[in-house]
């Protein structure tokens, strides 16, 4: 049975960090990627990698946001610097297996506010 994990939100001020984990059990991924949704919103791309290493990234976040993973661990990580008022959603963690098949964590909350 496949799980994606989150962990790592909170609340920030803005132009703080923090470090998004998301802990995958159950199968290996082709791709991995983090996705979020604020309140009204549709659920957006943050960033995606793939098992190569190469990423891809929403222009919002471009600079201020790196993905990574760890694939001993089965973990992917996106550290968010600089962060803004409008980063404010849930940030899901979302993994696709090489049949295609998608799975999604639960998510975590990331609220960046004085």
């Known amino acids: 049975q496949v799980q994606l994990v989150e962990s790592g939100g909170g609340l920030v001020q803005p132009g703080g960090s923090l470090r998004l984990s998301c802990t995958a059990s159950g199968s290996r991924f082709y791709a991995m990627g983090w996705y979020r949704q604020a309140p009204g919103k549709q659920r957006e791309l943050v960033a995606h990698?793939?098992?190569?290493?190469?990423?891809n990234y929403a222009d919002s976040v471009k600079g201020r946001f790196t993905i990574s993973r760890n694939n001993a661990k089965n973990t992917l990580y996106l550290q968010m610097n600089s962060l803004k008022p409008e980063d404010t959603a849930v940030y899901y963690c979302?993994?696709?297996?090489?049949?295609?098949?998608?799975?999604w964590g639960r998510g975590t909350q990331v609220t960046v506010s004085s």
């Open positions: 990698i793939i098992s190569g290493g190469n990423t």
């Open positions: 979302n993994a696709v297996e090489s049949t295609q098949a998608v799975h």
